[in-house]
């Protein structure tokens, strides 16, 4: 069976600073990784998705993403976050060639002026 | 091309009633999930449906029910509803060999049960 945590349930941060939300995942078989963000009383978005290859990845609105397979962990980045970035973020995880993904709980990014 | 919709976006119902909750799925789209999220949680996997047969499910009780039709719409029911049963349920439709499991979510049904 596949579960994420995420890590941290709210990040606070000041405009312009770097961001880390952090994703650890579990799985006994290979998967895909996926970063969504949901804004206020909105559905989620697909923000960026790892598949296989270079485990570098880089999403929309400058976020990008690394893939570390040995210590099984997806953790988002943005070098300069602005107020709009303030949503909450998912990260998730889907078997390959399975049906269903599964989400963390979510981390709430709160960006200050 | 047209992105996934959702009805109703608001309703309130009072336990034990039964509701319906309505999605169409985006253009060229033939597989469409749903999902419970409550208030500060993540989204929850109800169930899949693809060819209008569920192909999986998550650990939800058999009175969460679906359909999905020729034209790939769909329909999540709830039976029974309790309290445990406010949320929010998304709608998500995506193409099976495509695309590789992306989701493409609706805005959702907010629901509250009383």
């Known amino acids: 069976a596949q579960s994420v945590t995420q890590l941290d349930s709210q990040v606070p941060v000041f405009e312009e600073a770097p961001v880390e939300l952090r994703c650890n995942y579990s799985?006994?078989?290979?998967?895909?990784l996926f970063w969504y963000v949901q804004y206020p009383n909105q559905g989620l978005q697909l923000l960026l998705k790892?598949?296989?290859?270079?485990?570098l990845v880089k999403g929309i609105n400058g976020f990008e993403a690394e893939f570390n397979k040995s210590q099984t962990s997806f953790h988002l980045r943005k070098p300069s976050v602005h107020i709009s970035d303030t949503a909450e973020y998912f990260c998730?995880?889907?078997?390959?060639?399975?049906?269903?993904?599964?989400f963390g709980a979510g981390t709430r990014l709160f960006v200050k002026a | 091309e047209t992105g996934v919709t959702q009805s109703p976006t608001h309703l309130i119902k009072t336990r034990g009633q039964q509701v319906t909750l309505r999605c169409s799925s985006q253009?060229?789209?033939?597989?469409v999930s749903w999902y419970q999220q409550a208030l500060g949680q993540g989204p929850q996997f109800i169930f899949q449906?693809?060819?209008?047969?569920?192909?999986g499910r998550g650990n939800f009780p058999p009175r969460f029910s679906g359909l999905q039709f020729p034209n790939y719409s769909s329909e999540l029911n709830v039976n029974a509803l309790e309290l445990d049963d406010s949320a929010l349920y998304l709608c998500?439709?995506?193409?099976?060999?495509?695309?590789?499991?992306?989701?493409?979510f609706g805005e959702g049904s907010r629901l509250t049960v009383l």
């Open positions: 998730a995880v889907s078997e390959t060639g399975g049906f269903k993904t599964i």
């Open positions: 253009s060229g789209h033939n597989t």
């Open positions: 449906y693809y060819r209008e047969e569920e192909n």
């Open positions: 998500a439709s995506s193409f099976v060999g495509r695309s590789a499991g992306e989701l493409f």
């Open positions: 799985s006994s078989v290979s998967v895909y």
């Open positions: 790892y598949l296989s290859g270079s485990t």
